[in-house]
């Protein structure tokens, strides 16, 4: 990204605002410390606040025997079980229909222990490549899993950084967690993700109400006046005091005219 070390003063000074009350946040787990639970987890945290997604996956692996069953359970079933107040429910459910198929079709299994042995990078390529998967979603399981320096980004957290103009609007959310990874050390790092989750689940909307066509001309009017310098407005009053005395004198000659 262009202007690096101003775009990074940008985002620290946000940083520190989510950290301010990251203390106060319960971290949320999934129920066994299986990479796998820990990958369903953080699809399912794509959709939801922390604790609407741990409750929901709960409710995924008490309904099922196994991951196995759950990967064949249809995404109807899927949609039921995460619960009608589940936000965007039926793209959530395919996305871990679509994750629980890819490691199938990858491993022939459903464990994912051996990511333990990789490296960060390796680790995290792997994940990211995994359909279902995203940026964010793999750098949790990096950071939760699998204990590597990860900070992750969703596109909650992204919108208020572009809104805020700590980033660019076209940043990547790839790029944004690079950013963050080189700005915030690892003992940090949880910290400032729980604090920015945090953060964009209790902001006020900046969505403005809608105004009518009059409000709209009074602004116009209201910025044009804001707009127009001193030496503007007394080029206007001399041409209005010009046309005014125009008005005057035709007036005075017609009158003339009719008593001739």
Same mark, same amino acid.
């Given at each position: 990204m262009k202007n690096a070390s101003e775009i990074a003063r940008r985002v620290r000074r946000l940083v520190n605002q989510a950290k301010a009350g990251a203390s106060a946040v319960e971290k949320v787990d999934p129920p066994t410390d299986d990479v796998t639970d820990h990958v369903l987890?953080?699809?399912?945290?794509r959709y939801a606040a922390d604790s609407a997604a741990a409750p929901a996956l709960r409710r995924l692996r008490e309904r099922t025997v196994d991951l196995n069953e759950l990967r064949v359970t249809p995404v109807a079933e899927l949609i039921d079980l995460l619960g009608p107040a589940f936000p965007q429910s039926k793209v959530a459910a395919e996305s871990v229909a679509r994750v629980l198929g890819a490691i199938f079709n990858r491993c022939h299994h459903l464990d994912l222990g051996f990511l333990h042995k990789m490296g960060r990078r390796e680790a995290r390529t792997y994940l990211e490549t995994l359909d279902g998967m995203?940026?964010?979603a793999a750098a949790v399981v990096v950071l939760r899993a699998l204990k590597h320096h990860a900070v992750p980004v969703d596109e909650r957290v992204l919108a208020w950084f572009r809104e805020?103009?700590?980033v660019p609007a076209e940043a990547a959310q790839s790029d944004v967690q690079g950013l963050l990874e080189r700005i915030v050390g690892p003992a940090q790092a949880d910290a400032?993700?729980? #604090?920015? &989750?945090? @953060?964009?689940?209790?902001r006020?909307?900046?969505?403005?109400?809608?105004?009518?066509? #009059?409000? &709209?001309?009074? &602004?116009?009017? @209201?910025s044009a006046s804001?707009?127009?310098?001193p030496a503007k407005q007394q080029a206007k009053a001399a041409a &209005?005091?010009?046309?005014?005395?125009?008005t005057s004198?035709?007036?005075?000659?017609?009158?003339?005219?009719?008593?001739?």
């Open positions: 987890l953080a699809v399912l945290m995203d940026p964010f805020e103009g700590a400032v993700f729980v #604090g920015l &989750r945090k @953060k964009v689940a209790t006020p909307s900046r969505a403005a109400a809608p105004r009518s066509s #009059g409000d &709209r001309a009074a &602004r116009r009017e @209201k804001a707009k127009s310098t &209005r005091s010009i046309a005014k005395e125009r004198r035709s007036k005075s000659s017609r009158a003339a005219s009719r008593q001739q």
